[in-house]
């Protein structure tokens, strides 16, 4: 079975930073591109970055400047790095992985991003003042 599970999350103070990581058994990330997503006040999935599987990246603009995205192939692990966090980043934060994962046209109806082949159960960021 395929199971991609996050870690990370937790309470920091805004200003802070967390590190996500997401972990992938029975699937590799070679092929494929990896992405962060996370639930909006209005409930939808709003894409937060995205790796390509030839390394390129895209950040929605609320986050670019603050947060990194990075793969490790060896470990089959993707991480999100949360620096400068605010309260407005408090959301649940879910990894998705898919052989193409879209850019630009709009979030998904709900989180997880089950259009997608493959999805984390999430784990919750909380930045308070």
């Known amino acids: 079975d395929v199971q991609l599970v996050e870690s990370g999350g937790g309470s920091v103070q805004a200003g802070g930073s967390l590190r996500l990581s997401c972990t992938a058994s029975?699937?590799?990330?070679?092929?494929?591109?990896t992405a962060w997503y996370r639930q909006t006040p209005g409930n939808e999935c709003e894409l937060v970055s995205t790796?390509?599987?030839?390394?390129?990246?895209y950040y929605a603009d609320s986050v670019k400047g603050r947060f990194t995205i990075s793969q490790d192939n060896a470990k089959n692990t993707m991480y999100l790095q949360m620096n400068s966090l605010k309260p407005e980043d408090t959301s649940v934060y879910y990894c998705?992985?898919?052989?193409?994962?879209?850019?630009?046209?709009?979030?998904?109806?709900?989180?997880?991003?089950?259009?997608?082949?493959?999805w984390g159960q999430g784990t919750q960021v909380t930045v308070s003042n």
């Open positions: 998705a992985a898919d052989r193409f994962i879209p850019v630009g046209v709009g979030n998904f109806p709900l989180c997880p991003p089950k259009a997608l082949d493959y």
């Open positions: 790796i390509s599987s030839d390394g390129a990246t």
């Open positions: 029975g699937f590799t990330f070679d092929d494929s591109d």
